[in-house]
């Protein structure tokens, strides 16, 4: 009985996406992980100014702080070319947020509402040992409700030139079909585990 129980947990999750909240998106590579947060609740907004920081972690858990840490944050519009220039590159500065202190963070405004990338590239400084990295986020950035009067930054026109293709999202039959594989795959494997 339980077993079903789990299953019915399993499927109800699956397709209407109960699962708890997480505002930080995390990314790694081998040895060094970061966690991205935005606020306000990471939710930017196109003419406001953004705080950006990130929790930035050796394996293991510990701390890196900027001060060991030779980081970069380019900001790209989506979609975007390879080789294109930033739209953005804001200054990364140490600042301490939630229990993190000293970490690589920086103010930013996104020029207008749509999907970036931000990519932090790092390497360490001397003393520090950790391999080079960059970790790349998607950040979806909301219609603005103020102008604000902060330092200027400087925007960069890269998507002149460039045609956007029109793309449609996954069609619900494909959804579907992928979630009724992915329960008889858990029903095969429910059943196996049974049997032993």
Request: hydrophobic residues 40%.
């Amino acid at each position: 009985m339980s077993n079903y129980l789990l299953l019915l947990f399993i499927f109800v999750n699956f397709f209407f996406g109960i699962h708890p909240a997480s505002a930080h998106k995390v990314k790694t590579t081998a040895d060094v992980g970061a966690t991205l947060h935005i606020e306000p609740n990471d939710t930017p907004r196109a003419g406001e100014v953004t705080r950006a920081w990130f929790a930035l972690t050796r394996k293991g858990g510990k701390v890196i702080p900027l001060a060991q840490c030779d980081c970069q944050l380019l900001i790209y519009a989506e979609p975007h070319a390879s080789g294109e220039p930033p739209l953005l590159e804001p200054t990364l500065k140490s600042i301490s947020a939630e229990r993190y202190k000293g970490i690589p963070g920086a103010d930013i405004t996104f020029p207008r509402p749509g999907s970036y990338q931000l990519l932090l590239q790092g390497k360490p400084t001397a003393g520090s040992k950790f391999k080079p990295f960059e970790l790349k986020y998607r950040v979806t950035v909301a219609v603005g409700t103020a102008q604000t009067k902060s330092a200027p930054q400087a925007v960069k026109n890269v998507n002149q030139n460039v045609t956007q293709e029109q793309t449609q999202g996954v069609p619900i039959w494909a959804i579907a079909a992928l979630g009724f594989f992915g329960m008889g795959m858990l029903l095969f494997v429910v059943q196996r585990v049974n049997k032993d």
